[in-house]
């Protein structure tokens, strides 16, 4: 099979205050693994909904096998072959892995009951397609992100879908699950189906796409095969500028100790944990999935609370029984899951950006609306958050615009021991430069950063120090300039091997 199984012409959405896509063109062959990457607000969410019929373009044409369609909405789009696998994946976790993949498709018998006979082997055998064996039967919400991503695609073969989208689909994956993805994408491909990739990850699309295209503001910079692309050109197509370091890591002078944990334990998801933090310092948490850490990070928060243990701020003990009494211990926990647990996405971004110490901008009872409007406008410039207004719903927003004002929330509060758990999931290497700008900034001021990253990139760039957990144990702790600071060591470590230093 060749030719382009679908096309994009010349195509400009619009909405209030901004253009969304400016003449953009993108078409897509069968058989190719496309790679789609731009910095947040560069148009890709637009152009995702433009050709599966959630929006319709302002101007130019939706093509498929060469025939103008114009989609009334996403039914549309899915009668001529074009499913998209979203990075919040559309999973009824209640429900069986038959039913989530014949949800609102099912499948009846002659007395006009549900043929789950017919529609469990039509799930079973989908699945084992793509080397995923299981029991139709099963609650989807036992299984891992992996398998949950797995039904998704899942559902486009059982619509027999000619153009698979795959926004960020390794953003909640480990190692082996987003491995045991590019598998079956690559499978896919072997049978023609077109496939849109869409990623931050940057050497993703050097192992897994074809060909790369680069958005920036809504227009087409560039389409290449990834082959004659490097890392530093994708980049500079990106951001319209070269960036040299991308982990600028600050030098601060490290202060006295600021938390302190002891034992801390709660069963079934870490145990006896026990490290120091300093002012001024960055503290990586590294390991695979399921290791513990965004659980331990809960517990200090007391969103969950520990079982037992010890935590001190300032060298005194303090008993943080909820997330309010660690607000009042000048601890901020800026959460991996920013769209349930960060944001209030029904609300403008000026209400977001403010919530956490609304207390502070009161006149007596009152709140008070010109100093709320003025703190909002200062961090929307402060954060360089792209949005026409303040006014604007963060629902609306892109995922890194979304993070900044998760950030924002947090850092006009007088905090001195920021949580940062996945803090550039999801967003581009501009957005995240600014990202660990601001964490410079905390540091710089004397405050006290717990990092969680599964980008050991990330982690090996930023932090002072890192300590390895495997399955809810410390596995080990490396100091930056010890010979033991490395991606080798560290990944030594979580996978059950020891470090010493």
């Not at 087409?220 to 982990?247: F, Q, W």
């Not at 006295?256 to 709660?266: F, I, M």
């Amino acid at each position: 099979m060749d030719g382009n199984v679908i096309e994009l012409k010349n195509v400009t959405k619009r909405f209030p205050g901004v253009v969304a896509l400016d003449d953009m063109s993108l078409s897509l062959r069968c058989g190719e693994i496309r790679g789609l990457i731009g910095e947040n607000g560069a148009g890709k969410s637009t152009l995702i909904k433009i050709l599966t019929g959630v929006y319709q373009p302002d101007e130019g044409e939706l093509l498929r096998d060469g025939q103008a369609y114009s989609f009334k909405g996403p039914a549309d789009a899915k009668a001529v072959g074009i499913a998209c696998v979203y990075q919040e994946l559309n999973i009824v976790k209640e429900l069986s892995i038959t039913d989530n993949m014949f949800l609102g498709n099912y499948i009846k018998n002659k007395t006009g009951l549900l043929d789950y006979k017919t529609m469990n082997q039509k799930t079973e055998e989908i699945m084992a397609s793509m080397n995923q064996p299981i029991e139709a039967g099963e609650i989807t919400g036992n299984l891992g992100m992996g398998q949950q991503q797995m039904i998704e695609i899942g559902k486009a073969i059982l619509l027999d879908a000619q153009v698979l989208i795959l926004d960020e689909p390794t953003s909640s994956l480990g190692e082996k699950e987003a491995e045991e993805l590019f598998r079956t994408v690559r499978l896919l491909k072997e049978k023609g189906l077109a496939i849109l990739f869409v990623s931050h990850k940057l050497e993703e699309i050097f192992e897994l796409c074809d060909d790369v295209t680069v958005m920036r503001d809504g227009k087409h910079i560039v389409t290449s095969p990834s082959a004659e692309m490097t890392k530093d050109s994708l980049i500079e197509y990106m951001v319209g500028r070269s960036l040299d370091n991308l982990y600028p890591k600050g030098k601060v002078k490290q202060g006295d100790v600021a938390l302190e944990v002891k034992n801390l334990t709660r069963i079934g998801e870490y145990y006896n944990i026990n490290f120091k933090a300093h002012r001024g310092e960055i503290v990586g948490f590294a390991g695979l999935v399921g290791a513990g850490r965004t659980e331990l990070m809960r517990g200090i928060f007391a969103a969950d609370l520990p079982d037992s243990g010890e935590i001190y701020i300032n060298g005194e003990k303090r008993n943080i029984t909820s997330p309010k009494a660690a607000i009042d211990n000048k601890i901020a926990f800026l959460t991996e899951d920013r769209k349930q647990q960060g944001l209030v996405l029904t609300e403008t971004i000026e209400k977001n950006l403010t919530l956490v110490n609304i207390d502070q901008l009161k006149t007596g009872v009152f709140i008070n609306t010109p100093m709320i409007k003025q703190q909002a406008a200062e961090l929307v410039e402060r954060l360089r958050i792209r949005t026409p207004t303040p006014e604007k719903l963060v629902g609306e927003l892109s995922g890194g615009n979304q993070q900044k004002v998760v950030i924002g929330k947090w850092v006009v509060t007088d905090a001195e021991i920021y949580i940062f758990d996945e803090p550039t999931r999801g967003i581009d290497v501009g957005a995240k430069i600014e990202v660990y700008n601001v964490i410079n900034e905390l540091v710089s001021q004397g405050k006290c950063v717990l990092l969680i990253s599964s980008e050991l990139q990330e982690i090996l760039g930023m932090c002072d120090r890192v300590i390895v957990m495997r399955e809810g144990y410390q596995k080990g702790e490396v100091k930056r300039g010890s010979d033991y600071f490395d991606q080798e060591s560290i990944m030594k470590a979580a996978w059950g091997g020891d470090i010493y230093e």
